[in-house]
């Protein structure tokens, strides 16, 4: 019984690849149905309950979307799915804060290089607005936070790279909880809200020139003093 569960359940993951190279090859878009089951059965050479096994599996992987009567249809994976994952992957590390401000560095200076060689005078004109709706929040809002991440959120924007934007957006709600108690340990230590005032304006002023080295330089200084709050508020 074991054996054949295990061949069974290694057909069904070769269905799986077979399958969704066949989405890949036939380039369906979003909402677009599918074959029948049965027919996929004859096309791969296997059961029709094999079949089912990997149409489930590819929609829990966010590949396509059942609807009970309906036909199964394509789905492109999106920053919730993303999130899905980054969540229950660093639900179980005990370090998880620290690994997503890794994450966030590695993600955030890339974006900054691209942006100083991609952004357009709109998109730096955008920057300056959201880091003046930032500047103008208490220093202890919630607001504050949000308006962080709208502001990095326009520098990825300008990186005019979906799976930048997309990576973004799927760590934005976890890198909140990141930026709370960075925040707190930044402020807990006697920093104020200039010293980073400042250095999201190097920032923008380093895109705006154009500059990619400068812009990695200033993202990641940047990126230091919020490492420098997580440490003070985790290692007390």
Avoid: C
């Avoid at 789905?75 to 005990?94: W, Y």
């Avoid at 955008?126 to 502001?151: C, F, K």
């Avoid at 895109?207 to 200033?218: N, Y």
């Amino acid at each position: 019984m074991i054996r054949n569960e295990v061949q069974r359940h290694s057909l069904s993951l070769q269905v799986v690849a077979m399958l969704g190279r066949y989405l890949d090859e036939e380039q369906l878009a979003a909402g677009d149905p599918i074959p029948p089951t049965r027919e996929l059965a004859e096309r791969f050479g296997v059961s029709v309950p094999v079949v089912r096994e990997a149409i489930a599996e590819l929609a829990g992987q966010g590949r396509l979307t059942r609807t009970q009567g309906r036909a199964t249809v394509s789905r492109l994976p999106n920053a919730v799915d993303l999130e899905g994952m980054f969540r229950s992957r660093m639900r179980r590390e005990a370090d998880a804060v620290l690994q997503f401000h890794d994450y966030r560095r590695l993600l955030e200076v890339g974006a900054a290089r691209l942006a100083a060689a991609r952004a357009t005078a709109d998109d730096v004109a955008i920057m300056r607005q959201r880091l003046t709706a930032w500047r103008g929040l208490p220093q202890d809002s919630p607001e504050l936070l949000e308006a962080d991440i709208a502001l990095h959120r326009a520098i990825a924007e300008a990186a005019r790279n979906d799976l930048v934007l997309m990576s973004m957006d799927a760590v934005a709600a976890l890198l909140y909880d990141a930026r709370v108690v960075g925040w707190r340990g930044w402020v807990n230590a006697g920093k104020t809200i200039d010293h980073i005032a400042d250095a999201h304006a190097a920032i923008i002023d380093a895109i705006e020139a154009g500059d990619p080295e400068l812009a990695e330089r200033e993202m990641q200084r940047h990126l230091d003093q919020a490492g420098f709050g997580l440490h003070a508020e985790l290692d007390e």
